[in-house]
């Protein structure tokens, strides 16, 4: 499946190349929606895996040393003692400042934790690579995949990812990944992380591991929930409305306050004759924010699947509008930054937003 990287241009599509002009991701299978990365067959191990993706590199560090006047020559430079910059061995780019108790993750680890998963209970490695330079490395694997409705199927996955620039510690996800437009959702944490490590403890791969195990129960609650939203039928109205109240919070609130009823369908109703308004040009509605029509013309056939049994129409149809917006639709500075929001960030909870809105409409 095929994606246009809305905003993207050419030289940010290559903001992945390493200096060797070799990207640093790999991928297993189909060509992913980025089409960067270097292709490796079915059933490839953990070492191809890091020597594809370019992440056999070390991450070293060294004391900060710095001047404090003009001109000072080498011998009169000034030592921090209890700050590090970290660095790429290979390259030697700086990737961030930390302090002397930091406990790197080195980016092979995070392929590496997937080892005895892949042997001992089936994983299949999927995706690794490296984003803004080295500062923020991930590996992903499938863990099994169900159907929703009919044809529309999704996949469990679980994600590993680490950074050196002190922007976050070492995470495990469970993933979720529909087949059919490879729109991403964090199943079943409230966007949280199932497991974390924080940099001033050591990564316990076994730990970790046990933690991330629990896969499967998540994935069950996910297929759930995805198959209720297939479920639920949602009008045009009704849909703008919750995008709407998705998108802008705290203007609904401020008016779901003023309305002073109790009847829950009235409030809807109230909001969706608003929204309606809105649509229409009245001069006193609220100008929409971005996104706000491009979901809507999702929902309404113009997403990837949109048109498929259990999609159309419904709840599951609306949630995967909202969450084709974040992860291709959206203007994104490079596509670091477009797969790091598709996992994390102000996109991640975008779509765990989306998700108890329609679970509470389907309820």
């Avoid at 302090?99 to 790197?104: A, F």
């Avoid at 199943?187 to 199932?194: D, E, N, V």
């Avoid at 706000?292 to 419904?314: D, K």
Wanted: charged fraction near 20%.
């Amino acid at each position: 499946m095929e994606f246009t990287l809305a905003g993207l241009t050419t030289e940010d599509c290559h903001q992945l190349v390493a200096i060797n002009g070799t990207t640093e991701m790999a991928f297993v299978g189909e060509t992913p929606w980025h089409h960067l990365g270097q292709q490796l067959p079915a059933g490839c191990t953990v070492a191809q895996m890091i020597e594809a993706a370019h992440m056999g590199w070390k991450i070293k560090r060294s004391r900060i040393r710095f001047a404090a006047q003009h001109g000072a020559q080498p011998s009169q430079l000034h030592t921090i003692t209890d700050q590090h910059v970290l660095f790429r061995e290979d390259t030697k780019q700086p990737l961030g400042i930390v302090s002397d108790g930091y406990r790197i993750v080195q980016p092979a680890q995070v392929i590496e934790f997937f080892d005895n998963l892949v042997r001992s209970q089936g994983y299949e490695l999927c995706t690794a690579g490296v984003l803004f330079g080295g500062k923020k490395f991930w590996a992903l694997a499938k863990v099994a995949e169900g159907a929703v409705v009919g044809k529309d199927r999704i996949g469990a996955y679980v994600l590993l990812t680490s950074s050196c620039d002190g922007s976050s510690a070492t995470e495990g996800r469970f993933t979720a990944i529909r087949v059919v437009c490879n729109n991403t959702f964090t199943m079943a944490t409230g966007g949280q992380a199932a497991a974390k490590i924080t940099h001033r403890s050591r990564f316990n791969v076994a730990q970790m591991q046990q933690r991330m195990g629990l896969v499967q129960d998540s994935f069950a609650a996910y297929l759930e929930d995805a198959r209720r939203l297939a479920a639920q039928r949602i009008s045009d109205r009704d849909a703008a409305a919750i995008v709407r109240k998705l998108l802008r919070p705290t203007e609904v609130a401020a008016e779901e306050a003023k309305l002073e009823v109790a009847d829950a369908a009235a409030v809807l109703a109230r909001i969706s004759g608003n929204a309606t308004a809105m649509q229409a040009g009245d001069d006193k509605a609220t100008r929409a924010p971005k996104g706000e029509a491009e979901i809507l013309a999702l929902f309404r056939g113009h997403g990837h699947g949109a048109q498929m049994a259990g999609s159309a129409g419904t709840a599951w149809g609306l949630l995967n509008a909202v969450t084709e917006y974040v992860d291709h639709k959206a203007q994104a500075k490079s596509i670091d930054h477009r797969v790091d929001r598709a996992f994390f960030g102000s996109g991640d909870e975008l779509k765990q937003s989306a998700m108890e809105l329609l679970k509470a409409v389907a309820a």
